[in-house]
């Protein structure tokens, strides 16, 4: 019989399993403490669940947790790593470490489906979803886990096109039994699916980032092809319509391609569509890598696009480049083996 991972449970489930063996479901926080909040792994090493119950979960339930198959190490401190689930689907993440801040970038699938002409990982098409398991897994197998203190969804995939799954590891990431993360330290990243966008925003579990990259629907829909079904505009529109409750956070992300969508024109456009929400512009120079054949922006085309913007009242800031050279800045994640 295969058994239930504890990695990736919710709360009502190990409740509702451990009241119907007879015991006291409150065992249940116990436990998933145990796993997601201490990160020890092993039932052996607990010491306030009666050993007969342990026994009796153990029959059941397998820690579910599995290590990073490869880890590379950037030289600005940055690490990424490659998993291979049970599946045998392969992602990766990236632990950026700054001053007081651990910031893990995890995926949500393995490839994605969006296509975005400018991303590793659109190239390389759709492998499928991952679990609330192996999403929670990517920060509770890594070794300098308890000191990753903000989350981003933005590796591998678009999680809005697996929202049952993100929204449910989001939910564990943030509980008091789960890993108790603070929502305003979590941001999910989203090229914004305008049903399941309204679903996020019905009942908002973390920060929000939305992918713009041009505010010209030919351009964008040539960048993105989702533009064509869910027009950056209406998903502006939403998100005005419902604003994330304070202190809750929502920015938009832009790819700086030299010589596309840099230009004035640009700048009075993205000031025209975000006027009225409070919201930073996230700009990312370019990585560059094989699946493409985009400029990375020189210094004098990006200072003069920012200062356009502050002109126009967009608040900008720039995303430093991290871990090029292994391949984990934003939009170069492939989940290939480095052997392969
Ligand atoms: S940028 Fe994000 S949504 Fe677009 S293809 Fe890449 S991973 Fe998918």
Known sequence: MQKNNLIGCDIEWLEDYISNIGADKRYAIKLLRWVYRKRIFDLGLINDIPRALLDEIAKNFDVGLFYPSEILAGNDGSVKYLYQNDKNMLFESVLMRAEKRNTLCVSSQSGCRMCCKFCMTGSIGFKGNLTSRDILNQLLAIPKSKEVNRIVIMGMGEPLDNSDEVLSAIRILTADWGCAFGKTNITLSSVGIIDELKRFLDAPPCNLAISLHSPFRDERSDLMPIEKSNPIKEVVNLIKN?????????????????????????????????????????????????SAKFKTPKDEELQLFIAQLNSLGVLTTIRKSMANEIGAACGQMAGRKKST
């Open 242 to 290: 419902n604003p994330l409750p304070k202190p809750l956070r929502v920015s938009f992300e832009y790819v700086a391609l030299s010589g596309v969508n840099l230009s004035s024109n640009h700048a009075m456009a993205i000031a025209e569509m975000l006027k009225g929400i409070p919201c930073h512009l996230n700009i990312i120079p370019w990585n560059s890598h094989e």
